[in-house]
T-cell receptor
Framework: AQSVTQLGSHVSVSEGALVLLRCNYS??????LFWYVQYPNQGLQLLLK??????LVKGINGFEAEFKKSETSFHLTKPSAHMSDAAEYFC????????????FGQGTELSVKP | ETGVTQTPRHLVMGMTNKKSLKCEQH?????MYWYKQSAKKPLELMFV???????ENNSVPSRFSPECPNSSHLFLHLHTLQPEDSALYLC???????????FGNGTRLTVT
């Protein structure tokens, strides 16, 4: 069985500050991990993914995430927040050969203050 | 048209109505999915189709009936819904086998 926990349903940062969105997962098989972003009235857009290989993954819009097996974590970071980063962010997990059966976390709403 | 297109964007229906949601993908993918997004809840996988064959039904009530006539089109037929079925219904597609999902913009459904 797999599950995802996103710590903090709402995170607020100032423009230019570090963004850190936390995600912990549970998986009985080697996980594939994803971060998606959802802007108001839109679907989900893939930010980045980890499958195998390098544990530090870079995505779009300056975001990156690091897979830490020992901590079962896949936290999302961005060095400097922009106003346009305000959105809801979802962490998701699947196992190998499970197709699109992604298990999503509850989401973290990111607010960026000027 | 590119990506995944869902119609209509908004739908209001009574509990006795019958309506259908449509999804079309222009990405050449072979798998399609329906997800339900309710307020304050994680996204819930409803159905998975792989090469037009249903491979997953996540204990969805029978008032939701999916149809996948080909790898590019996916429908969700709705009848006798309940107010608690009001949600954002998201369609997605992928190459089956853990490639990332590509989502449409969703249909906002309100059941009155």
């Amino acid at each position: 069985a797999q599950s995802v926990t996103q710590l903090g349903s709402h995170v607020s940062v100032s423009e230019g500050a570090l963004v850190l969105l936390r995600c912990n997962y549970s998986s009985s098989v080697p996980p594939y991990l994803f971060w998606y972003v959802q802007y108001p009235n839109q679907g989900l857009q893939l930010l980045l993914k980890y499958t195998t290989g390098a544990t530090l993954v870079k995505g779009i819009n300056g975001f990156e995430a690091e897979f830490k097996k020992s901590e079962t974590s896949f936290h999302l970071t961005k060095p400097s927040a922009h106003m346009s980063d305000a959105a809801e962010y979802f962490c998701a997990v699947s196992g190998s050969n499970q197709g699109g059966k992604l298990i999503f976390g509850q989401g973290t709403e990111l607010s960026v203050k000027p | 048209e590119t990506g995944v297109t869902q119609t209509p964007r908004h739908l209001v229906m009574g509990m006795t109505n019958k309506k259908s949601l449509k999804c079309e993908q222009h990405l050449g993918h072979n798998a399609m999915y329906w997800y339900k997004q309710s307020a304050k809840k994680p996204l819930e996988l409803m159905f998975v189709y792989n090469f037009k064959e249903q491979t997953e039904n996540n204990s969805v009530p029978s008032r939701f009936s999916p149809e996948c006539p080909n790898s590019s089109h996916l429908f969700l037929h709705l009848h006798t819904l309940q107010p608690e079925d009001s949600a954002l219904y998201l369609c997605a597609s992928s190459q089956f086998g853990n490639s990332p999902l590509h989502f449409g913009n969703g249909t906002r459904l309100t059941v009155t």
